[in-house]
């Protein structure tokens, strides 16, 4: 099943000996399974899967607030640097 296929996904892309190499990714996938779990499961195609993610990157990107970044979305972050 779609949902189980992409909540099983384990990335790790990090160098061998560098914990901290890729945390920032690590985080995110984090976010978005505990966060579309629900939505996941009831996909019935990689489609629907894949447009359910785009939708998920765009919200954290534009509105989801962070308070490792005073409070603000990535894009505003990233403006204001």
């Known amino acids: 099943d ?3 296929y992409i909540l099983s996904i384990t990335p790790s892309m990090s160098r061998k000996a560098n914990a901290l190499d890729n945390a920032c ?3 995110f ?9 629900q939505d996941l499961r009831r996909t ?4 629907e899967a894949t447009q359910l ?3 998920y990157i765009r919200y ?6 962070q308070g490792v ?8 972050y ?3 640097s």
Do not use: G, W
Not at 44 to 47: I, Q, R
Not at 60 to 65: A, F, L
Not at 69 to 76: A, E, F, G, I, M
């Open 44 to 47: 019935k195609s990689v489609e």
């Open 53 to 55: 993610i785009h939708d």
């Open 60 to 65: 954290y990107n534009h509105q989801r607030i």
């Open 78 to 80: 990233a403006k204001a």
């Open 69 to 76: 970044l005073r409070y603000q979305t990535p894009t505003q």
């Open 29 to 37: 996938f984090s976010y978005l399974k505990t966060e579309m779990e």
């Open 25 to 27: 990714i690590e985080s």
């Open 2 to 4: 779609v949902a189980e």
